[in-house]
């Protein structure tokens, strides 16, 4: 059973960062695509940034936060790592982590289509 917990989200003012972390258990970690996800109140959930199975190890990112946003994962504790620098207003969401369904490479990464678990989110809020 798969399981992913974050953690690490809360209160910042506007330049601020945050470090989200999600802890993912069930299944050999290092084999699969895993995600972050935001959803702003009244808003669709939207893609922040993604990174590939261990054995090529690219990250992809939405235009609103490259440059500010970095993804990481540690395979050692099955854990993916979200560093939110200079944050923004426009930042403030639930943040979801999400690994993707099949291992290995995934299409339609900036979609939700190919990620079969998800977290239960963690709350972002940045003031101005």
């Known amino acids: 059973q798969v399981q992913l917990v974050e953690s690490g989200g809360g209160l910042v003012q506007a330049g601020g960062s945050l470090r989200l972390s999600c802890a993912a258990s069930g299944r050999t970690f290092r084999l699969y695509f895993m995600g972050w996800f935001r959803q702003a109140p009244g808003k669709d959930r939207e893609f922040v940034a993604a990174?590939?199975?261990?054995?090529?190890?690219?990250?992809y990112y939405a235009d609103s936060v490259k440059g500010r946003f970095t993804i990481s994962r540690d395979n050692t504790r099955s854990t993916v790592f979200l560093q939110m620098n200079n944050l923004k207003p426009e930042d403030t969401a639930v943040y979801y982590c999400?690994?993707?369904?099949?291992?290995?490479?995934?299409?339609?990464?900036?979609?939700?289509?190919?990620?079969?678990?998800w977290g239960q989110g963690t709350q972002v809020t940045v003031s101005s």
């Open positions: 990174i590939t199975w261990s054995g090529t190890g690219s990250t």
């Open positions: 999400a690994q993707a369904r099949q291992p290995y490479n995934i299409v339609e990464h900036t979609t939700g289509r190919p990620y079969g678990y």
